[in-house]
């Protein structure tokens, strides 16, 4: 329920609040005005939510962190934070960037996929991120420093980067009969 009440989020782009929910300009929140898509799709419109930690004298206050990190590392987080043994899996331990223990991540791969109506994939490498739409479809790129609305497909200029991401896709997935590929 909408109280009018202004609360606020931050995302690196801008600011947004409540009152963007209800924008006829897009779905979900306010930053469609930036991103591009919505919950359902790969597009960071659809996959990028800021997170908000607060754990007063271990997170500092007031700290802004451009890390990326998704789903897979919130298991290894949570078993770090409270200490336990971290399980084997595709994420990691992110709760030094939490409390600035460590500023800077190596480069990784991020994987996301969705079966939704038409299967998709997403890799965010960097600064890069490519997109497919169906198993073994073509790969757009996109360099989300400077275009994070993905709108500039820029696998042309970077085929280096393209055919790394695009060996990672090939060795990265595994057929499941939890999870069916549906073909375009």
């Known amino acids: 329920m909408h109280t009018g ?5 931050y995302d690196r782009y801008r600011p947004y609040t409540a009152e963007d929910q209800t924008d006829p300009v897009g779905p979900a929140t306010g930053l469609t005005k930036v991103v591009r898509g919505w919950k359902g799709e790969l597009w ?3 996959i990028r939510v800021p ?3 607060r ?4 997170v500092p206050s007031g700290t802004v962190s451009d890390v990326p990190w998704y789903f897979a590392d919130f298991m290894p987080t949570a078993a770090g934070l409270s200490g336990v043994e971290i399980p084997a899996c595709d994420g990691i331990d992110v709760s030094p960037f939490l409390t600035r223990k460590r500023e800077e991540l190596s480069e990784r791969f991020l994987n996301w996929e969705y079966p939704g109506k038409t299967f998709q994939q997403a890799v965010r490498f960097g600064k890069w ?7 073994n479809g073509p790969l757009t790129l996109y360099d989300l420093e400077v275009d994070p609305s993905e709108r500039r497909d820029v696998s042309a ?5 393209l055919a790394r991401i ?7 997935r595994t057929e499941s ?5 549906r073909k375009p």
Do not use: F, S
């Open 44 to 46: 960071e419109g659809g």
């Open 166 to 172: 695009g060996e990672y896709l090939r060795d990265a």
């Open 129 to 135: 991120k490519a997109y497919c739409t169906g198993l």
């Open 177 to 181: 009969a939890n999870w069916p590929t």
């Open 51 to 53: 997170m908000i930690a």
């Open 5 to 9: 009440a202004r609360e606020w989020c």
């Open 157 to 161: 200029v970077h085929p280096r980067v």
């Open 55 to 58: 754990w007063p004298g271990t």
